[in-house]
């Protein structure tokens, strides 16, 4: 069995709230491990992700500690990067031995053609965005803000991602939503799905002879989706 699940965005609550809502999260992962065989993660599972040499967030210790369980059980685990998440360095590589994905990506399980993507940089209005995604993940900015304190940096990651869920919640999309036509036009390539989180509105929508996945959120109301090898399915997931 395949899973795919975005957009936790552990660390936006304060933190007792979180801690909760990371259970649940948690609870998931370990309800899924005993048929899972490769988990795709597509972005924004951190609020914020900054790390430093020596330094990462430390309230995401027990997320952390599962992913590195389940790659212990055989599971193989991708990582597509968020909007939020954007400040991976090294540390899932040294300590997981996972390459994190800086762009959408494809695959072929067992016959079906994926098109994966976290969905960012989709809908029609999102020029702005695109400017200050090329700010956040040029190696040179990362590099100086690298050289705030870590109790600072991290800070400040916190308090600007928080601002911008804030924005993205009230964002109006417009009437065409670009996500769906991006989707339509990959299926008109020959993908069997297209799957993308970002939009936080969980869907399956089908399309001619594919079909599109939206992940959804799990700040409210959390769900994923898996494929059996035959069938993809969106789910709503309770603990």
Not at 147 to 165: E, N, Q
Not at 232 to 239: G, H, R, T
Request: net charge neutral.
């Amino acid at each position: 069995m395949i899973y795919f699940v975005s957009d936790i965005h552990l660390g936006f609550f304060e933190r007792e709230k979180d801690r909760l809502r990371e259970n649940i999260f948690i609870d998931f992962l370990n309800s899924i491990e005993k048929d899972c065989t490769q988990l795709f993660l597509l972005g924004d599972i951190f609020d914020y992700w900054f790390e430093y040499k020596t330094v990462i967030p430390m309230y995401f210790y027990r997320t952390l500690s599962k992913i590195s369980e389940l790659i212990e059980r055989g599971i193989k685990v991708e990582y597509i990067m968020g909007n939020h998440d954007f400040g991976h360095t090294k540390f899932f590589k040294n300590e997981f031995n996972i390459d994190i994905i800086r762009t959408d990506t494809t695959y072929t399980i067992n016959g079906k053609k994926f098109y994966l993507s976290h969905g960012d940089g989709k809908s029609y209005n999102d020029h702005a965005y695109m400017v200050l995604k090329k700010i956040l993940r040029n190696r040179i900015c990362n590099k100086l803000y690298s050289k705030l304190h870590p109790d600072c940096g991290i800070s400040l990651a916190l308090h600007t991602s928080r601002k911008s869920r804030k924005a993205t919640s009230i964002k109006d999309y417009g009437q065409q939503d670009g996500m769906l036509d991006f989707a339509k036009s990959k299926i008109a390539e020959g993908y069997d799905y297209v799957i993308m989180g970002h939009r936080h509105k969980a869907e399956q929508i089908t399309i001619g002879n594919g079909q599109y996945v939206n992940l959804g959120e799990w700040l409210e109301n959390p769900s994923y989706a898996k494929f059996d090898g035959n069938n993809l399915e969106l789910i709503f997931y309770k603990a």
